[in-house]
C-alpha cells in the first residue's frame, strides 16, 4: 500500500517537474498562431475550450488500454507499479507531448507526415500503411469490446452483442464523418465524467480498504500463472501499454494539435493526459492485484484459468461501488473503448485525406473515406467474434504493433531534437529501451519467431545497440552535411500541406 502512494505521487510530481523539464527543453511559443486559427475548416480544425481538449485527448488514448493493460499486467507483481510511473512520467509523457507539439508547431501535420519530417519520404509511406492497419485494429478491437460488457449490463430484450456492434458502428461513424465539435466534442463531457468516476472510485476504495499490496522493496516477484512463457521482460512491458507509452497516442495527439488555442497548453493538454492515464492505470493495476492474489476474494486459485479483464473490472466494481456505481464503473470502460475506437477511425481518415491530399470539408469526401476503412475494420471484427482466438490474436498484434510505433516514433523524435541541438536525451534513453523490448519481444513470444528466452534478450541488446551506434554515426558524420538538404526536400511537403486539398 506504500508503493501504491508513493507511486501516485510521484506521478503527479512528474507532470509539473518533468514535464516542464521537457516543455522547456522543446520551447513553446505563446504568440505563435496555432492550427485552429491558421488553418481553421471547422471541421477538424476547430478551436475548442483547453477543458474539452484536455477531456478529448485523455478518453482518445485512454481506450481500455490503462484498464485491461494494467490488469493483465498486475500478474507480474509490484513491477507494474514501477513500470507505470516511469514509463509515463520519462516515456509516455515525453512521447506525448513532443509529438503533439510538433504538429502544432507544423500546422497540424499527422503521424505519418512526421514520420517523414523525422526521417525520409519512404519510411513515411512505410509508416503510412503501418498505422492504417494499426487503426483498424483498434476499430476493430474496440467495437467487440464495449458491445460484450453493454450486453452484460444492459440485457433488454432482443439486444444481444451483435445489436450493440451495429449501434456503436453507427455511432463510430457519425464521429468519424461530423464536425469535432458537433458530436465528439458534446458526447465526451459525459464519457469523461463516466470514466473519471471510475477511476476516482475505485482509487477511494483502495484507500478505505487498504488492501495488503505487494510492495516494491519486497522484491519484484512474477506472479504471473506461467512466469516462464511470460517472463517481467519483455512480456510486461507489451502488457501495460497505454498506461505507461503508446504509440497509437502519437496517432491521436494530431487531432487535438488542430484543435489547441495557445501553444501554452501543450503540456496540460499533452503531457497531463498521460500522467493522468498513468493514474488510471496504476489505480486498475492495485485494484486487481487486491483482487487475483487475496485468499478470499482472489479471482485465480488452484491454476484455474484467469478470467477476462471484463469479467475481472466487473467483479471490483460491483463488490466496492455497488450494484448501482459497478454499472457507472463500466459504463466508464465502455466511454474509454468506444471513445479510443471513434477517433481511430476519424485519424485513418484523415491520415488519408491528407495523404492523397483529399479535401475533407465536403462530407461527399468524408463518406467516401471513411467508407472504405469502416468495411475492412468489419472484416476484422468478425473474424475475432468467429475465431475462438480471433480476439486475442488481434490483441497480441495490436499490442506488438503498438509498442512498435512508440519506438519508431521516439526514434524520430531524438533526430528532430538533435537536429536543432537541443537535449535528445529525454528520448533517446526510451528509444532504446522500447527498441530492445520490441525486438526481444517478436523473437520470443510464440506469436513471433518463438525463440529461446536468453538468446532473445541478446538479440534485443544487440539491435539496440546497433541502431544507437546507427543514431551517433549519422549525428556525428552526416548531419550537418545533410540536414539542410533534408529539411528543404521536406519543406515541399509541408507546402504541399498547407495548400488548399484538391476536392
Known amino acids: 500500500m506504500y508503493s501504491f502512494t508513493i507511486c501516485l505521487?510521484?506521478?503527479?510530481?512528474?507532470?509539473?517537474?518533468?514535464?516542464?523539464?521537457?516543455?522547456?527543453?522543446?520551447?513553446?511559443?505563446?504568440?505563435?498562431?496555432?492550427?485552429?486559427?491558421?488553418?481553421?475548416?471547422?471541421?477538424?480544425?476547430?478551436?475548442?475550450?483547453?477543458?474539452?481538449?484536455?477531456?478529448?485527448?485523455?478518453?482518445?488514448?485512454?481506450?481500455?488500454?490503462?484498464?485491461?493493460?494494467a490488469i493483465m499486467g498486475s500478474m507480474?507483481?509490484?513491477a507494474s507499479f514501477l513500470w507505470i510511473?516511469?514509463?509515463?512520467?520519462?516515456?509516455?509523457?515525453?512521447?506525448?507531448?513532443?509529438?503533439?507539439?510538433?504538429?502544432?508547431?507544423?500546422?497540424?501535420?499527422?503521424?505519418?507526415?512526421?514520420?517523414?519530417?523525422?526521417?525520409?519520404n519512404t519510411i513515411k509511406k512505410v509508416m503510412l500503411a503501418f498505422m492504417i492497419i494499426m487503426l483498424i485494429l483498434v476499430g476493430a478491437v474496440?467495437?467487440?469490446?464495449?458491445?460484450?460488457?453493454?450486453?452484460?449490463?444492459?440485457?433488454?430484450?432482443?439486444?444481444?452483442?451483435?445489436?450493440?456492434?451495429?449501434?456503436?458502428?453507427?455511432?463510430?461513424?457519425?464521429?468519424?464523418?461530423?464536425?469535432?465539435?458537433?458530436?465528439?466534442?458534446r458526447i465526451y463531457p459525459l464519457f469523461g465524467a463516466c470514466l473519471m468516476f471510475m477511476a476516482i472510485g475505485i482509487m477511494v476504495m483502495i484507500f478505505v480498504h487498504h488492501p495488503a499490496l505487494p510492495e516494491i522493496w519486497q522484491g519484484l516477484e512474477n506472479k504471473n500463472p506461467n512466469p516462464t512463457e511470460n517472463p517481467i521482460f519483455p512480456m510486461m512491458f507489451i502488457s501495460i501499454a497505454c498506461g505507461a507509452i503508446s504509440g497509437f497516442h502519437a496517432t491521436q495527439s494530431p487531432l487535438m494539435a488542430r484543435c489547441i488555442k495557445n501553444e501554452k497548453y501543450e503540456r496540460p493538454v499533452f503531457y497531463g493526459a498521460?500522467?493522468?492515464?498513468?493514474i488510471v492505470a496504476l489505480v486498475w493495476a492495485a485494484a486487481a492485484t487486491y483482487f487475483f492474489y487475496d485468499p478470499e476474494v482472489g479471482l485465480v486459485t488452484n491454476g484455474e484459468k484467469i478470467p477476462s479483464p471484463g469479467v475481472i473490472v466487473n467483479t471490483i466494481s460491483t463488490n466496492w461501488l455497488g450494484t448501482v456505481g459497478g454499472i457507472i464503473a463500466i459504463i466508464g470502460v465502455v466511454a474509454a473503448a468506444i471513445t479510443s475506437g471513434d477517433t481511430a477511425f476519424r485519424s485513418a481518415r484523415l491520415i488519408v485525406a491528407d495523404f492523397f491530399n483529399i479535401n475533407q470539408k465536403k462530407i461527399r469526401n468524408r463518406l467516401l473515406t471513411?467508407?472504405?476503412?469502416?468495411?475492412?475494420?468489419?472484416?476484422?471484427?468478425?473474424?475475432?467474434?468467429?475465431?475462438?482466438?480471433?480476439?486475442?490474436?488481434?490483441?497480441q498484434y495490436f499490442a506488438w504493433s503498438n509498442q512498435t510505433l512508440a519506438c519508431v516514433t521516439l526514434w524520430?523524435?531524438?533526430?528532430?531534437?538533435a537536429t536543432r541541438n537541443k537535449c535528445y536525451w529525454i528520448t533517446l534513453i526510451p528509444a532504446m529501451f522500447m527498441t530492445s523490448v520490441v525486438v526481444t519481444y517478436i523473437?520470443?513470444?510464440?506469436?513471433?519467431?518463438?525463440?529461446?528466452?536468453?538468446?532473445?534478450?541478446?538479440?534485443?541488446?544487440?539491435?539496440?545497440?546497433?541502431?544507437?551506434?546507427?543514431?551517433?554515426?549519422?549525428?556525428f558524420k552526416f548531419m550537418k552535411s545533410r540536414i539542410e538538404k533534408h529539411w528543404n526536400n521536406y519543406s515541399g511537403e509541408l507546402r504541399k500541406f498547407v495548400e488548399k486539398p484538391k476536392d
Open 443 to 475: 523473437f520470443f513470444d510464440a506469436q513471433g519467431i518463438n525463440m529461446n528466452y536468453t538468446l532473445s534478450c541478446i538479440l534485443g541488446i544487440v539491435i539496440t545497440m546497433l541502431t544507437t551506434c546507427l543514431f551517433f554515426w549519422w549525428k
Open 9 to 69: 505521487i510521484a506521478l503527479i510530481a512528474g507532470y509539473f517537474i518533468y514535464g516542464k523539464i521537457v516543455e522547456t527543453v522543446f520551447g513553446i511559443n505563446k504568440n505563435r498562431k496555432t492550427p485552429a486559427y491558421v488553418r481553421r475548416d471547422n471541421v477538424d480544425y476547430v478551436p475548442l475550450p483547453t477543458w474539452k481538449v484536455f477531456m478529448i485527448q485523455f478518453l482518445n488514448i485512454a481506450g481500455v488500454g490503462p484498464i485491461f493493460g
Open 142 to 185: 474496440f467495437v467487440s469490446t464495449p458491445a460484450a460488457l453493454l450486453e452484460n449490463i444492459l440485457p433488454f430484450p432482443n439486444m444481444n452483442g451483435m445489436v450493440w456492434i451495429v449501434i456503436i458502428f453507427i455511432y463510430y461513424f457519425l464521429a468519424t464523418l461530423l464536425p469535432i465539435d458537433q458530436l465528439i466534442g
Open 412 to 417: 524520430g523524435l531524438t533526430i528532430f531534437l
Open 274 to 278: 498521460m500522467i493522468v492515464e498513468g
Open 85 to 120: 510511473v516511469l514509463g509515463s512520467i520519462f516515456a509516455g509523457g515525453v512521447h506525448d507531448f513532443l509529438s503533439g507539439a510538433i504538429s502544432v508547431t507544423y500546422y497540424g501535420i499527422n503521424l505519418p507526415q512526421l514520420h517523414g519530417l523525422f526521417f525520409n
Open 370 to 395: 471513411a467508407a472504405v476503412l469502416f468495411l475492412v475494420s468489419f472484416c476484422v471484427m468478425w473474424y475475432s467474434m468467429t475465431d475462438k482466438d480471433g480476439f486475442e490474436t488481434i490483441w
Open 76 to 78: 507480474f507483481g509490484s
